[in-house]
């Protein structure tokens, strides 16, 4: 069986809809996808029990749920946990997990490297690499969500990268953060260097 190429973290429910073989009820079997990935933060396709058997199977060889892979876990004293993820081209980027007495937030990266070169970040020091696509960005906050029982309510686009140097991911991913995975767009915080040449 070939490895899957195309990941489900990052589609919309439309693109999840072409995604799928061709059936009758491809639009809410898409709305039943989308609630367990963005929803539940479901990671294995055998856990979505509404799903007849025969499409999980079909999904499993086509697709993968989250497309990126651990390479580093750490968890500091004071509840921080901090992730070195990739998508298998070892190219890592990172994000944490912060915990709040009143609520818990999240700090996830755009690009792997960045192009800004600012003298107070070390993240600039090895250079530009690659823009993330709405997939890998979102699928930070799910691995993230996979590791504590309390919601993460709060998101800040503050890892590596400079966000609006890749817009159009960027947008695509606060879109599904807020439609499908239902944090409130004030709780979502794009920070920037705020100066281009």
């Known amino acids: 069986m070939a490895e899957p190429t195309l990941s489900l973290v990052g589609m919309t429910r439309d693109e999840i809809i072409a995604s799928l073989p061709e059936r009758p009820d491809a639009k809410m079997r898409a709305a039943q996808i989308a609630h367990h990935i963005y929803g539940r933060a479901v990671a294995d396709f055998d856990k979505m029990q509404d ?9 499993a060889e086509k697709v993968a749920i989250n497309p990126l892979i651990v390479a580093s876990h750490r968890k500091s004293s004071d509840g921080v946990e ?10 890592v980027f ?10 818990v937030s999240c700090c996830i990266s755009s690009q792997v490297g960045c192009p800004m070169g600012c003298r107070f970040c070390a993240t600039g020091l090895g250079g530009f690499d690659r823009n993330l696509n709405a997939g890998e960005i979102v699928g930070q906050y799910l691995l993230l969500q996979g590791l504590t029982e309390r919601r993460i309510s709060h998101v800040v686009f503050m ?7 890749n817009l159009p991911n ?12 239902g944090l409130s767009n004030r709780h979502l915080t ?8």
């Open 170 to 181: 960027v947008l695509k991913s606060l879109k599904l953060l807020h439609e499908e995975i």
């Open 82 to 91: 901090k992730l070195l993820v990739h998508i298998g081209d070892n190219q």
């Open 51 to 59: 799903l007849p058997k025969d499409l999980r199977i079909q999904l």
């Open 190 to 197: 794009v920070s920037t260097v705020g100066s281009f040449s």
């Open 159 to 165: 890892g590596m990268g400079e966000p609006l140097l």
């Open 94 to 103: 990172e994000c944490v997990l912060l915990p709040y007495e009143d609520r």
